[in-house]
């Protein structure tokens, strides 16, 4: 493959990625690799659409390929981060959050990223901290705010147990708690899974088990997806 072609076939890629058409992406890039198996941008975007279709163990290696690469790549080490919270390994990702801030402190969304993971490890104050600096930096505050409302209830609550931490969490939608909720209509929740939908990863509209309402991950998966795309739920 001439140089040309490759840089075209990047650009397609890039594209097919860009329009959330993360399998067909995920195929062209890898083609790339396999001719230029240095190509440290085909890495991080494979990585991307493949984190995008729940592959979170395959995308992790093509980060750290991206690092190996670049050791002062600080987007690999917060994809890294990203990749890892989605697998449940919150302390590593905490650690590579922190790492992609030592090498750009500037970069919004690996305070996003730390801030959730601060948010996951039960360090509130630590959460609301790297929240306020995510909103400094971008002034799009979103759902940060009801994050760190969330953080600062808990941390206000005198002797806060696990059972009123859980609460807190579930009534603002972060719980962890991924059961089928059989009390969703009288809690005027708009599915069985929306007291945890904050807390799962997004994903690309190629992933079998996305959400059609919010484009996060369904703790119900492929068979509840079904059931919802047939007759999808609506967001006040």
């Known amino acids: 493959m001439e140089d040309f072609e490759a840089e075209v076939l990047f650009d397609q890629a890039r594209n097919l990625l860009e329009q959330d058409h993360d399998s067909k992406a995920e195929m062209l ?3 790339i690799i396999d001719t230029y198996p240095d190509w440290e941008g085909a890495y991080g975007n494979r990585g991307l659409a493949r984190m995008r279709l729940g592959h979170d163990e395959m995308a992790l290696e093509d980060f750290r390929r ?3 690469l670049d050791p002062e790549d600080a987007m690999a080490y917060a994809r890294i981060a990203e990749a890892l919270r989605n697998l449940g ?3 590593e990702a905490l650690e590579m959050a922190t790492k992609a801030l030592e090498i750009d402190s500037s970069d919004p969304d690996a305070y996003y990223i730390r801030g959730w993971l601060f948010f996951y490890c039960g360090q509130y104050a630590s959460a ?3 929240f306020e600096t995510f909103i400094k930096l971008t002034d799009e505050p979103g759902e940060v705010c009801d994050m760190q409302a969330v953080a600062q209830a808990i941390i206000d609550t005198p002797q806060a147990d696990g059972d009123t931490v859980e609460k807190l969490l579930r009534e603002n939608g972060f719980s962890k708690n991924t059961e089928y909720n059989d009390s969703y209509l009288e809690e005027d ?3 069985p899974y ?3 939908v904050r807390m799962r990863p997004m994903r690309g509209e190629d992933a079998a088990d996305v959400c059609p ?3 996060f991950s369904c703790p119900g998966d492929i068979s509840m997806v079904f059931e919802c795309s047939q007759e999808p739920f609506e967001l006040d």
């Open 66 to 68: 991206v690092v190996e």
């Open 189 to 191: 929740l708009f599915c």
């Open 29 to 31: 890039f890898s083609q």
């Open 128 to 130: 609301i901290e790297d």
């Open 89 to 91: 390994r919150h302390l």
């Open 213 to 215: 309402v919010t484009g």
């Open 194 to 196: 929306a007291h945890c």
